[in-house]
């Protein structure tokens, strides 16, 4: 079942109600088709979990995206999946007005118009489930590539059940009791796998948190005796400083992903809670977590070993596999692959076979694998995936900023952190703070550099190429 801060809770039989109330006003009143793509957005609440459900039930596709993101990234994402409807809670509509999507009904829920979710009225009757085949798309999850253009990342309804029973069902091991509580939203799938997919595959029950930082997620624990927990490196470490006073004797498991764990934090984690942190890499493109190791069997400083279901290895740039203890591209198969929609980007990702990650690895002799760096330009912060140059069209869109670059500067706390070099037209104000706040009406503010500098002209070569890498020194 749900539950939320408040004390309420939904019963599996009253979540299902839910979604069969809203797959019949899907399918009458705003005349959803299956196929019909969905977008969905608004906080971590049951009620956006249930729209989830209610669209796959009625043989649409689910459009995740996060309430953060702004109205020039919601416009690109809808162009992209070609959008035709958006299941929205009211608080966070006025962003996907703004981005003017043409012919997109919007539909919101948690308000008081009698057109609201919540208020239409809606047969009481079950809802039969539309009969979708194994290998029909039932969702687009949205990442950001290098090049800052998002990619749409399709995926099946068996890969939904996949993810649950290959990492979930071998190394999560959840039990019916379990109460799942985390800080990543649903519209990341590593969120809407930890706190939707995989409780209610176990029959278990899961603590939706709006607001889910470690000032949230502790006291939480507390009330709600959370026994699974999903967050990120960074999120460990700031509970670190504020363990005391707080009961997490519930905890049981304790999953880490969207950025590398460092063997100091397993290790202050472990000292301070006698917990073992799973530790694990995933992505967008294959849905969730594909290596990993729990209990008995992680080496803190390693990511883990092949999930069962997955082969994973080390190669060179040509496809060829490394040798153990070498560093190289770490490509993956398994039950998820990457499917982009319509992306050239789909010949990068997949080689022969093999999903590349973009991450590079070393392979030990023992079998278990070593995160060493991203092999691209993303930039990886608090556990949200960065572009920078979708960063940099943001600042290029101010009328002062005629030359930007961004980069990832490695940081004690966050991993990385964002930092922008601007060069900005003659006459322009170095107003660093007034820059940042034009970014954020831009971008998602996680996005948003927590550094810029202005500099007079950018580092290039003789050909004009710009010199990253002396920007990142």
């Not at 948690?110 to 057109?115: A, F, Q, R, Y």
Request: proline share 7%.
């Amino acid at each position: 079942m749900f539950r939320t801060p408040d004390g309420g809770s939904w019963t599996y039989d009253e979540l299902r109600a839910h979604v069969d109330r809203l797959a019949h006003i899907l399918t009458s009143d705003l005349g959803v088709v299956p196929g019909n793509r969905v977008l969905l957005r608004g906080p971590t609440t049951p009620w956006l979990a249930a729209c989830w459900l209610a669209v796959l039930k009625a043989g649409a596709v689910a459009v995740t995206v996060l309430a953060q993101q702004r109205a020039h990234e919601l416009s690109t994402i809808c162009q992209i999946a070609r959008v035709q409807h958006a299941l929205c809670d009211i608080r966070s509509v006025d962003d996907l007005a703004k981005a003017e999507v043409p012919g997109l009904r919007i539909a919101t829920y948690g308000g008081d118009s009698p057109d609201d979710l919540l208020h239409r009225p809606a047969p009481s009757t079950p809802f039969q489930a539309v009969d979708t085949a194994a290998d029909d798309v039932a969702l687009i999850a949205f990442t950001s590539g290098t090049t800052g253009r998002p990619k749409g990342c399709m995926h099946f309804h068996r890969d939904v059940l996949a993810i649950a029973d290959t990492f979930s069902r071998h190394v999560l091991r959840p039990l019916p009791e379990d109460v799942f509580a985390g800080s990543p939203p649903l519209g990341f799938t590593f969120g809407l796998g930890g706190l939707v997919v995989f409780p209610m595959r176990a029959g278990a029950s899961a603590l939706l948190l709006e607001q889910a930082h470690p000032a949230q997620l502790l006291p939480a624990i507390a009330e709600h005796r959370v026994s699974v927990l999903f967050t990120a490196p960074t999120a460990y470490r700031a509970m670190l400083d504020q363990l005391d006073g707080h009961d997490i004797s519930s905890l049981r498991r304790c999953v880490s992903a969207g950025e590398n764990l460092p063997a100091a934090t397993w290790q202050a984690w472990y000292e301070r809670t006698g917990l073992r942190i799973i530790n694990g890499i995933g992505a967008t493109e294959l849905l969730h977590i594909f290596i990993s190791a729990a209990d008995e069997d992680i080496r803190p400083g390693t990511t883990g070993v092949p999930v069962p279901g997955w082969q994973a290895r080390v190669q060179d740039a040509d496809g060829n596999p490394v040798p153990d203890g070498e560093p190289g591209l770490l490509a993956v198969r398994g039950p998820v692959g990457c499917r982009y929609l319509a992306d050239p980007r789909q010949q990068e990702y997949v080689r022969g076979g093999w999903n590349i990650t973009g991450d590079t690895y070393v392979r030990e002799p023992d079998g278990y694998f070593r995160y060493v760096a991203r092999a691209d330009d993303m930039i990886i912060s608090a556990g949200y995936n960065i572009a920078g140059p979708e960063v940099e069209d943001a600042l290029l869109r101010h009328p002062d900023v005629i030359e930007a670059a961004v980069v990832g500067r490695p940081d004690e706390d966050r991993g990385q952190v964002v930092v922008a070099y601007t060069v900005l037209k003659e006459g322009g104000e170095r107003d660093a703070e007034a820059l940042r706040e034009f970014v954020k009406s831009e971008l998602a503010p996680y996005k948003c550099p927590r550094e810029i500098v202005f500099l007079d002209a950018l580092p290039r070569t003789a050909t004009g190429k710009l010199q990253r890498f002396r920007l990142r020194g």
